[in-house]
């Protein structure tokens, strides 16, 4: 049988994205199986990153594919790897899969399979989704009869091949979806592991809404001569979000946040945190407050988060509280506000955060509730995005922590008058050495609970 990621035919230029787009599905080279179950989704016209993504798949060419989230970035791989089990028929080895898709969280790897599942009727297909969280059980019985597709989360597709109850030696393609999420959150060494035992001759192909030079840099060592795609200026908001901040001591957030939420508008909200501890008690405070509320973040087990999320789809939650890690894999229309409780430390995740709302054309809100020493970084998100954004408020003095000089006390520490330390002793006499007294003030507790608090 031919190869389906045959590189023989069409020499392809570099940056496809100055070629005009092809306006149709029929146009991209997709068989007719796979252009029934576009149509019967109904699917006309491809968005910009499927016209020029799915055509380089199909032939063979390594992509780097970069488009605002919202924009069918899915759909653009997705197809290319139906097209391929379609034309190469033959059923997988055991333990073996033939086209490897990774993901970075639980939530986007369920809804790349549902996408994949509702093709599947056109096409004998078989999909498996390889998720930490979920029982190994049923995921060591599907992959020792052998998979077309696999959609996983890198944690859990280690410990399948630690265990050998996967082998990737035989994979085709692969895919690497939020790859910038991925090698930012701290998945490099388990992707360069995961990239080693895939076999040299393949196809590879990296999709995201943002990639930052220093990322891409690190991309290259996966790709082979790759098709670069980007169909909208990098890091780029939707426009239809209207963005707003906030300005305000950190104690006044949540009343700030209760303001936001009263808004009748405010139908389907989702509010983002730094922490998951932090998650959790704004999950438990927004409850108090006559909110339908749940938290969905890393330490949530996959049954927990899968109910949270399709709670909110149905309306039953109308409050989400989330994490950066699951801001990739919530892909629900509907969402009329996104709240930024805490800016985030990595500006590009900001883009990522308010793409929850104004998706499928609807329009949306986002405000970020923004204390002084979060100055910083709404200052580098202004400059991702671009523009200035709105602010309701005085913007507040921003905090500057105090470096110490070398072999001497921090600068800008104040002193007294008599040029002595804020509390130093008046008079000459030296104060009592309290290094080894015993302290009814004992600081273990106080320092526990911070560090606690911060994890």
């Known amino acids: 049988m031919k190869d389906p990621l045959s590189r023989q035919t069409i020499t392809v230029v570099r940056r496809m994205d100055k070629t005009p787009l092809l306006t149709h599905f029929k146009d991209l080279g997709l068989p007719e199986p796979i252009l029934r179950a576009v149509a019967a989704q109904g699917h006309e016209t491809p968005t910009p990153i499927q016209a020029k993504v799915i055509p380089l798949m199909l032939q063979g060419r390594d992509v780097v594919g970069i488009a605002q989230t919202g924009t069918g970035k899915t759909a653009s791989f997705v197809l290319p790897v139906l097209t391929y089990a379609f034309v190469d028929d033959e059923k997988p080895d055991r333990k073996h899969c033939k086209f490897l898709i990774i993901t970075p969280t639980r939530e986007l790897a369920t809804q790349i399979t549902e996408t994949i599942q509702v093709s599947r009727r056109f096409i004998a297909a078989s999909v498996h989704t390889i998720v930490g969280g979920a029982k190994m059980g049923p995921q060591v019985k599907a992959l020792a009869r052998g998979v077309d597709v696999i959609v996983a989360t890198p944690g859990r597709l280690m410990d399948h091949m630690a265990q050998g109850t996967l082998v990737l030696d035989q994979v085709r393609a692969v895919v690497l979806d939020e790859a910038d999420q991925m090698m930012d959150l701290g998945f490099l060494p388990a992707i360069q592991k995961i990239v080693k035992a895939l076999p040299p001759k393949r196809q590879t192909v990296l999709m995201s809404a943002t990639m930052p030079p220093a990322i891409r840099a690190l991309a290259d060592q996966f790709l082979n001569d790759p098709a670069e795609i980007s169909v ?114 990595v500006p590009e995740s900001y883009v990522h955060r308010i793409g929850r709302t104004a998706r499928a054309g609807a329009s949306g809100v986002a405000v970020s509730l923004v204390a002084a020493d979060e100055l910083k970084h709404l200052r580098a998100i202004e400059k991702v995005i671009g523009q200035k954004i709105d602010a309701i408020g005085d913007v507040p003095q921003e905090i500057h922590k105090a470096k110490p000089r070398r072999g001497g006390r921090p600068q800008g520490k104040p002193r007294n008058a008599s040029g002595a330390k804020p509390g130093a002793p008046k008079s000459g006499r030296p104060q009592r050495n309290r290094r080894n007294k015993p302290s009814s003030n004992n600081r273990s507790g106080p320092r526990s609970q911070r560090n606690k608090s911060a994890a």
Request: charged share 30%; no cysteine; proline share 4%.
């Open 232 to 345: 909208a200026p990098q890091s780029q908001p939707i426009d239809r979000i209207e963005q707003t901040v906030i300005h305000g001591p950190a104690d006044e957030k949540r009343e700030n946040l209760l303001r936001v939420l009263a808004d009748k508008k405010a139908k389907s909200t989702i509010i983002f945190t730094r922490t998951k501890r932090g998650a959790d008690r704004l999950e438990k405070f927004l409850k108090a407050e006559g909110h339908e509320a749940a938290a969905i973040h890393g330490d949530k087990a996959h049954g927990q988060r899968e109910r949270a999320l399709r709670k909110f789809k149905q309306g039953d939650v109308t409050v989400l509280v989330a994490t950066d890690i699951a801001a990739r894999g919530i892909d629900i229309d509907g969402v009329s506000h996104v709240v930024n409780f805490e800016l985030p430390n």
